[in-house]
């Protein structure tokens, strides 16, 4: 499986970024992709995820209402629009994805606070300055 993130950079707060990621290698069309990020001096942390079989998406609260997730089944690409940025969205970000159910991981998410993808890309920086 292979995961190529884009799209990060500087931005001011209020602003707007869309990231993408192309998704290859997996022998099924049904899987669960999305972003994680990790903060300076803090862990990594589940963003929003998306479900390639029915497109049902999860988002953690930190960025509901301000980011979108969406898919583009024809380029195997998914996209994470990011609106009215924060100085505190600042971080790298990580394309993610696992042969798994969304429903499963985002209620593993809801009991443990995360958990650990399978795959992962290399992560692409979003700095939001105020």
């Known amino acids: 499986v292979q995961l190529q993130a884009s799209g990060g950079g500087l931005v001011q707060a209020g602003g707007s970024l869309t990231l993408s990621c192309i998704v290859s290698?997996?022998?099924?069309?049904?899987?669960?992709s999305g972003w994680y990020r990790q903060a300076p001096g803090k862990g990594r942390e589940p963003v929003s995820l998306?479900?390639?079989?029915?497109?049902?998406?999860y988002y953690s609260d930190s960025v509901r209402s301000r980011f979108t997730i969406s898919r583009e089944n024809a380029k195997n690409t998914v996209y994470l629009q990011m609106n009215n940025l924060k100085p505190e969205d600042t971080a790298v970000y990580y394309c993610?994805?696992?042969?798994?159910?969304?429903?499963?991981?985002?209620?593993?998410?809801?009991?443990?606070?995360?958990?650990?993808?399978?795959?992962w890309g290399k992560g692409t920086l979003v700095t939001v300055s105020s």
């Open positions: 993610v994805a696992e042969d798994s159910d969304l429903y499963d991981i985002a209620t593993l998410i809801g009991r443990l606070g995360t958990y650990d993808m399978d795959h």
């Open positions: 290698g997996f022998g099924s069309d049904h899987y669960t």
């Open positions: 998306i479900s390639s079989k029915d497109d049902t998406t």
